[in-house]
């Protein structure tokens, strides 16, 4: 480009000189070609925070490498995980989008509270599934448009909601829980809930979930659009975008994958507790940022929000495994986040 | 060459008992680059936003290829043609020049899955056609990794792409260095010989005169001069002609200074 763009601004540029210094012009062509330089380039935020999570499971490995070797460390992790899973990956939708939803918790209680209610009144499960994803989805509408049609900012007005939600859910069962005695002969928890070959198959609807939200994200008008509105809203608008109503989607997703999160809590533990989905705020919010999304909208990776959340809920356990006492969790909690940011910062550029 | 994409006339535009515009002819033809200079205040501004339908003249003409339209609109507008790049806030710097061309109108297969190959082929075609060459970027490549000129180019394909006829270029070179004015340069020369037209308005009345085939200076709301490009001999005729208009008595030494501030 440098040769061929002298400032002349007398004479049409890439009819003599232009043309003539380039030679035949090639056009596009990447600084390396080489696939792996461009992969590396591609996905280094998700890239970085899988270096993250190898590094810290190797310092757990080496304190204590026999626990490492045991099936049931993981089995442990591989039922937990995915129940973050389903709200990591939806928030990394609405951070990229320029938001963020507070109020998943109490969805994840609500839409779980309306899957035990018609268990319990004894329809199939598969009724109550679909009747929390509906469960789910309004809710998400509903705090969406609070949000977006009412002009309130996003931080506040969903912690709002999730105090909102969970003091409804309170005062109308007073600490009472719900136990699901008959579900564990249901076809929907052989589907959803058992194992096969030892591993809990709720990871592979998780990791199925994964792959079809990074494809949303990067293969989809719905994600392409949740960037740019998250990048530049005025240029969005102005370009024809429904700026307000891809917002409304974003929070009416986070819903959705909070219902199928906190119907998985239920089907996992057989019991509907009135704080179902309380103890997975600051670990789903920590996972979407040390996964490498930036708080500041455009850009983010799913698959890096993915990594994120396994390795945070690795770090409970590796370090009680590797031998230490259970007061080194929060510590450990910190210094893994504070360092996967430091690595972003260095590792992303923002651009104005 | 010849036919009229749009004409405005005896266009008036009044915000209460303030005129903006009073009485302005303007016209482009296909394939002319015409240059729209005026002082802040001139009425450049609410003269763009008539032609994109976004501010509606209070009196006057508007003709679209010779044919007189009521209820002139942004749709309107849009459908002559005409698409207006603002030189700043226009692109998501964070996304990759495919991602930008394709804001809002992303080419989609069944059920909104994008079509990938197909936006990169299509953006390749429209780079090319309006003379953005590069061996360092590609379609993937994040626009602000691009430069200010690149930028407009990236902004002007996009405009290309709405299949647009007529496009308004706002201050498109002022904050822009030489060669980045250059690039920019460029691609309007190439948008013009691929038979479009474009409406270049700028400070900067050296940049205007070099790449204008037609003038129309602004001043107060009016027309102060139309002239082709024949007819000035230099961007100092120009100068000395807005100099006259804004001070028709004369100031002793101001002739040096608005010399330096236009280089």
């Not at chain 1, 949740?226 to 975008?241: H, L, T």
């Not at chain 2, 209820?71 to 698409?83: K, L, M, Y």
């Not at chain 2, 602000?144 to 180019?153: D, K, W, Y």
Request: one cysteine or more.
């Amino acid at each position: 480009m440098s040769k061929a763009m002298e400032p002349d601004l007398q004479t049409p540029l890439g009819t003599a000189s232009g043309k003539a210094a380039k030679g035949p012009a090639k056009e596009w062509s990447h600084p390396s070609n080489h696939w792996l330089r461009g992969f590396v380039i591609d996905n280094r935020a998700s890239l970085g925070t899988l270096a993250v999570f190898i590094v810290m499971m190797a310092v757990f490995m080496i304190a204590n490498p026999t626990v490492f070797t045991t099936w049931y460390l993981y089995s442990s992790v591989l039922t937990t995980l995915p129940v973050a899973l389903f709200v990591v990956v939806p928030l990394v939708f609405v951070v990229t989008c320029g938001e963020i939803d507070l109020s998943f918790p109490a969805t994840m209680g609500f839409a779980s509270w309306v899957f035990a209610l018609v268990v319990q009144a004894g329809y199939d499960p598969f009724i109550g599934i679909a009747a929390a994803l509906v469960t789910g989805t309004l809710l998400g509408f509903l705090v969406g448009s609070l949000v977006v049609y009412g002009g309130l900012s996003s931080l506040i007005a969903t912690l709002g909601m999730n105090f909102l939600l969970r003091g409804l859910i309170q005062i109308i069962n007073e600490g009472r829980s719900t136990a699901l005695t008959g579900l564990a002969d249901s076809s929907a928890y052989k589907i959803f809930s058992s194992q096969v070959w030892g591993i809990p198959v709720q990871i592979f609807w998780a990791i199925a979930f994964v792959v079809f939200s990074a494809l949303l994200y990067n293969r989809h008008r719905f994600g392409a659009q949740v960037k740019v509105v998250g990048d530049n809203p005025d240029s969005a608008r102005q370009m024809g975008i429904d700026v307000k109503w891809v917002r409304v989607k974003v929070f009416v997703f986070v819903g959705i994958g909070a219902a199928i999160a906190g119907t998985f809590s239920v089907m996992i533990n057989f019991t509907w507790w009135p704080t179902a989905g309380d103890g997975y705020l600051l670990p789903v919010l920590a996972s979407v940022f040390v996964g490498g999304t930036p708080t500041w909208g455009g850009i983010g990776t799913v698959v890096g929000g993915a990594i994120g959340a396994v390795t945070v809920s690795f770090i409970q356990t590796g370090v009680v495994a590797a031998g230490l006492s259970g007061f080194y969790v929060q510590f450990f909690n910190g210094l893994i986040i504070i360092l996967s940011l430091l690595g972003h910062k260095w590792n992303q550029a923002r651009y104005r | 060459m010849g036919e009229r994409i749009i004409e405005l006339r005896d266009i008036k535009k009044s915000y209460g008992q303030v005129y903006a515009l009073g009485g302005v002819n303007l016209s482009v033809d296909r394939g002319e680059v015409v240059g729209l200079i005026g002082d802040n205040g001139a009425g450049k501004s609410t003269l763009i936003k008539i032609l994109s339908g976004v501010v509606k003249p209070t009196s006057g003409e508007i003709l679209v290829r010779d044919k007189p339209v009521t209820g002139w609109s942004a749709a309107r507008s849009r459908d002559a043609g005409i698409e207006t790049v603002f030189q700043d806030r226009a692109l998501a710097v964070q996304q990759t020049i495919v991602r930008n061309i394709f804001m809002g109108r992303e080419l989609t297969s069944f059920m909104g899955w994008l079509k990938v190959d197909k936006e990169i082929e299509e953006a390749s075609r429209l780079m090319r056609e309006i003379g953005f060459t590069s061996k360092v970027f590609t379609p993937h490549s994040i626009v602000g990794q691009l430069s200010g000129g690149e930028r407009q180019g990236v902004a002007i394909a996009r405009a290309i792409y709405k299949q647009a006829e007529l496009i308004i270029l706002d201050e498109p070179t002022t904050a822009l260095s030489l060669t980045e004015t250059a690039k920019v340069f460029h691609f309007v020369r190439q948008v013009r010989a691929s038979g479009r037209s474009i409406l270049f308005i700028g400070h900067n009345i050296h940049h205007v005169f070099d790449i204008a085939d037609r003038f129309v200076v602004l001043d107060r709301g009016k027309v102060a001069l139309a002239a082709d490009r024949n007819e000035v001999k230099s961007a100092e005729d120009l100068i000395n002609f807005m100099e006259d208009v804004a001070h028709p008595g004369g100031l002793p030494g101001l002739h040096e200074d608005a010399e330096q501030g236009a280089q």
